[in-house]
Nanobody
Framework: QVRVVESGGGLVQAGGSLRLSCAASGRTSGVYAMGWFRQAPGKEREFVAFISWRGSRTEYADSVKGRFTISRDNAKNTVYLQMNSLKPEDTAVYYC????????????????WGQGTQVTVSS
C-alpha cells in the first residue's frame, strides 16, 4: 500500500506561481510513476504531468507545457509540480497519484490517490 498526500494549493493571481508537493509513504519501492491530475467543477479529471519514479522521463499535457514542471526528490519520496504563469483556467482540484505498473496519461490506470489540493487562479 502507498499513501499519497498533496499540499501547496491556494489562491493566486493570474500570472503567479505555486508549487505543489506530493509526499508518498508506505511501499514506495513498488511505485513506477507518479502523476498529477486536475479536476475542475463539472469537468472530467484530466492529466497534467507524470514522472518516472526512478528514471528521468516526464510528460506534460499540452495545456501546461512550458509553464509547469514536474520533478521528484527520491530521498524525500516527494514529487513536486512547479506551476508558473498560472491562468484562471488552471483553477481546479489537483490530485497526485502513484502507479505501480505504467507511466500513463489515463487516470484510471493509477493505483493510489491523494485527497487533492485546491488551486484557484483569479483574473
Amino acid at each position: 500500500q502507498v499513501r499519497v498526500v498533496e499540499s501547496g494549493g491556494g489562491l493566486v493571481q493570474a500570472g503567479g506561481s505555486l508549487r505543489l508537493s506530493c509526499a508518498a509513504s508506505g511501499r514506495t519501492s513498488g511505485v513506477y510513476a507518479m502523476g498529477w491530475f486536475r479536476q475542475a467543477p463539472g469537468k472530467e479529471r484530466e492529466f497534467v504531468a507524470f514522472i518516472s519514479w526512478r528514471g528521468s522521463r516526464t510528460e506534460y499535457a499540452d495545456s501546461v507545457k512550458g509553464r509547469f514542471t514536474i520533478s521528484r526528490d527520491n530521498a524525500k519520496n516527494t514529487v513536486y509540480l512547479q506551476m508558473n504563469s498560472l491562468k484562471p483556467e488552471d483553477t481546479a482540484v489537483y490530485y497526485c497519484a502513484a502507479d505501480r505498473t505504467y507511466m500513463s496519461r489515463n487516470y484510471y490506470e493509477y493505483d493510489y490517490w491523494g485527497q487533492g489540493t485546491q488551486v484557484t487562479v483569479s483574473s
